[in-house]
């Protein structure tokens, strides 16, 4: 999509703004992404402007580039999980300098001046723009973080703990707060409360480290038996489920204080609802693409409630990684260079991944 300049003019993504810029993007539902050159705007007053090392790839990326979710604006440049060092700040922005290490999660603006913005809840604002594929305020794309640079306004901008290792650390932007934030607020970050994780992929093997460093016991509920290894032994996992084995799924009926839900694919609910414990909590986080059944009475019988969280705001992406750092919470990651990110994306289609793609754009990133 190309703005239109003050004569009326569609201008191209090249030339929208002052500030040259790289990276790769969709341009059909394809899928398929390909070098494609854009640019940034000048850094404004409270802008910071960020030289991206690191990105991860959400399973959102490859929703979005294929239009599955069906609100693709192409040419796309996904990426909300970027991680950088700051090459300038604006003459108002007081929390950050250059040489900064920092990342820039899925979320660019907000209004900042509705109740969930008030509260700190900017991932709820009804008009908060995305990293990428949104219109920003002065009617332009937003590109994101499959890219050489990013400008974003401060408050929107995080800091990386001195000891978190970077390429690690840039799916916790994405995934680590969409898994952090329902255990936050749905109380189940309590030492000693039962907490179940459907699914092991990039948001499921995180929450279960999250989970653990709160106190909690976590049983890992997954459709693949080979998983059960990885999750006790790797992950820390107290208990695995393998979701098809009516008796292992019987034995842990009415044991869990909660459930975070991060399949991204249709699945039953009823059979994960009777592994709550009466008036227990189970939140979706992954996304399907086609609606979920829900039978009334798995939520009445035992009052039990089931809710969706949508990654979280601003103070709260920084108190996760404040909280990642001293507890040592990082993603398994696959480190690639940029042009493996096509056979990366057919992958992820697969679930073959373990657990998380970050692209390394700093060293693979190039104009030639």
Sequence with gaps: MASVNGNGVKASPETEHPRKAFGWAARDTSGILSPFSFSRRNNRDDDVTIKILYCGICHSDLHCIKNEWTNAIYPIVPGHEIVGVVTEVGSNVHKFKVGDKVGVGCLVNSCRSCDSCKQGFENYCPRFIL????????????????????????????????????????????????????????????????????GLGGLGHVAVKFAKAFGAKVTVVSSSPKKEKEAIENLGADAFIVSSNSKQMQAAMGTMDGIIDTVSAVHPLTPLLFLLKAQGKMIMVGAPEKPLELPAFSLIMGGKIIAGSCIGGMKDTQEMLDFAAKHNVTAEIELIGMDYVNKAMERLAKADVRYRFVIDIANTLTTA
């Design 131 to 198: 990293t990428y594929n949104a219109i920003d305020t002065d009617g332009t794309m937003t590109y994101g973080g499959y890219s050489d640079t990013i400008v974003v306004d401060e408050h929107f901008v995080v800091r990386i703990p001195d000891t978190m290792p970077l390429d690690k650390c840039a799916p916790l932007l994405c995934a680590g707060i969409t898994v952090y934030s329902p255990l936050k607020y749905f109380g189940l970050n309590e030492a000693g409360k039962h907490v179940g994780v459907v």
